[in-house]
């Protein structure tokens, strides 16, 4: 009888969570693309450098939600909401039931378990979503901003917002905020997309204001893979890349390649990617280097390395680790034009590559620029471009330890001039006593 008992209560219990289970999986959205895109960053990256991952001024989605420095900006962000109400056909109500018919949906893009109630998370959201939305037509629709709003006068906030706007845990799902974005009075816009104003809000981002959209940008599922794909090499987001398994080789810095024999020429493209050597010539990309370079490449690699299909970005830091070991390899791009050095000292640039990556794993077969970097090994390693590597040292030397003053000029002629007079009066000598 016992034995019947505990049979009839796990059956019971087998039901429950069966029923359970079963519920979950039918609260799942079947869009599996947009699953999952907004992640924590790793450890290991964010022990490196937490500023370069952590909000500032604003928290944007659930990760950052609970930080109390960052709940200033949620009494601007119901002025937002106040201001697009007042501009807008549609109604309060509308905007909640709007964003709440979408709450699983959104909830399933963040990697991490979200603790927020449906209230609380379809509030959240509503109010990131306008905000993010009213920034974006404010800077581009300038009489809409009240008065001198310091978020665009500020140099300071401006900067920390942009930081914030980059960072990979502060990130809401691009495609329902372009439907809230459909609430917009069409006259007002006049044709302007919500991704002609995003490509315009990050404009001092990367490359971002040379390079022009493309059809990729129009999927991507946050603002971190809208800049990535905006940065990226081609390629259909859909399929996987095929790597085919390569060395990984280092190539040596900037000034060594010049030794060697390589120019260095800026090229006309603006894509990053556009690397080119041919005939000792290597022509790179230009790149703006300023206050949120640091932010933007950490971020960017950071979504690479949390799934995403490819490592391009890593590639691009990687290499350009590679070119710059010293300040005199930052001076040496400088000159040529191919890095606008925007930070200051040559060695902060050096300092701020050097320390991109060294918390993050590359697989060898996924290096970008691995075709490239041997060639430029093979080229600067050949005999004849190794002596002349060789050459410009010597002579770097020379001019350092015996031609840095005039005084040691003249000290090395008059050593010269002895030496050769003791020479010439030995020769006489022994021709005398012969």
Known sequence: MALSGIAVAEAEMMETLISKIDHKLGALSTDTSYISCIYRVPDKPLKANEAAYTPRLVSLGPLHRERGQLQGMESYKLRC???????????????????????????????????LN??????????????????????????LREGRE?????????????????LL??????????????????????????????????????NTVKLQLTDDCYH???????????????RDPKDRPLFQATKFENTR????????????????????????????????????????????????????????????????????????????????????????NELGESKAVAELFNNLYKEVVTETDEFYFAELC?????????PFHEFKAKWFRWTRIAKRDYFSTPWSVISLLAASVLLILTVIQTVWSILWIK
């Open 150 to 166: 310091a978020l665009f006068e500020n140099r300071w906030m401006r900067s920390d917002l942009l930081h914030d706007m980059l």
């Open 81 to 115: 909401l106040r201001n697009f109400l007042n501009r807008s056909t549609v109604g309060l109500d509308e905007l909640v039931k709007f964003v709440a018919e979408r709450e699983s949906y959104i909830r399933e893009h963040y990697e991490d378990t979200i603790n």
């Open 253 to 340: 810095g900037a000034t060594e390649l010049q030794q060697a024999g390589v120019k260095f020429r800026r090229a006309e493209e603006s894509c990053l990617f556009n690397v080119v050597f041919n005939r000792g010539e290597l022509t790179l990309p230009s790149l703006i280097v300023n206050d949120l370079t640091e932010t933007f490449f950490r971020n960017l690699i950071a979504f690479e390395h949390c799934g995403y299909y490819s490592k391009d970005i890593t590639s691009y830091v990687i290499f350009m680790d590679n070119l710059i070991n010293t300040h005199d390899d930052v001076d040496l791009l400088v000159k040529d034009e191919i890095i606008k």
């Open 169 to 206: 845990e502060n990130q809401l799902p691009m495609r329902v905020i372009t439907d809230l974005f459909n609430f917009v009075n069409p006259s007002l816009l006049n044709g302007i997309t919500l991704h002609n104003l995003a490509h315009e809000f990050f404009k001092d981002v990367g």
């Open 374 to 382: 041997e060639k430029l090994n093979a080229y600067s390693s050949d």
């Open 220 to 234: 991507a599922r946050h603002f971190v893979e809208f800049l990535l794909f905006l940065h990226s090499p081609i």
């Open 118 to 143: 449906q209230e609380q998370f379809t509030e959240m959201f509503l109010l990131d979503g306008i905000f993010v939305i009213e920034l974006f037509l404010k800077k581009h629709f300038v009489e």
